[in-house]
């Protein structure tokens, strides 16, 4: 699918969590704020880089989990009125790729609308 841009988003993080399948790591806090973007939780990898990662891929046991599938938290810069191809939706979000770009990120839903 494609998406218009409605709304700028900056990616405004000096180092993106990344993480792989199989990785053990540090749960911290529930995302409260926004209601529709639920379901992300506050992690932290072995290298001590945090970020939000969506409760489903996560299998948590105390304050560790096991990542279940790889993921980063890396945010897409866009400008209003770009195109974007949509990957993935997860929990309000959108893993998408810009048009005649290699670049892959994150965009919030709601900056976004859908084109033929």
């Known amino acids: ?5 409605l709304q700028p988003h900056q ?3 000096d180092i993106p969590l990344k993480i792989k399948k199989g990785d053990i790591i540090f749960v911290g806090e529930k995302y ?3 209601d529709n973007w639920k379901d992300w939780i506050k992690c932290t990898n072995q290298e001590n880089v945090s970020g ?13 989990a096991t990542v279940l599938k790889d993921y980063d938290d890396i945010e ?6 770009e195109i974007v ?5 997860v929990n309000g979000w959108l893993r998408c790729k810009k048009i005649n770009e290699n670049k892959v990120g ?8 859908e084109i033929n």
């Not at 897409?76 to 009125?81: E, F, M, S, T």
């Not at 994150?106 to 609308?113: F, G, Q, T, V």
């Open 32 to 34: 409260s704020g926004n």
């Open 76 to 81: 897409l810069n866009v400008n209003k009125d």
């Open 106 to 113: 994150w965009i919030p839903l709601e900056n976004l609308k």
């Open 52 to 64: 939000w990662v969506p409760v489903h891929i996560l299998k948590i046991k105390n304050s560790l």
């Open 1 to 5: 699918m494609k998406y218009k841009v």
């Open 85 to 89: 191809v949509g990957e993935e939706i």
């Open 11 to 13: 990616f405004n993080k």
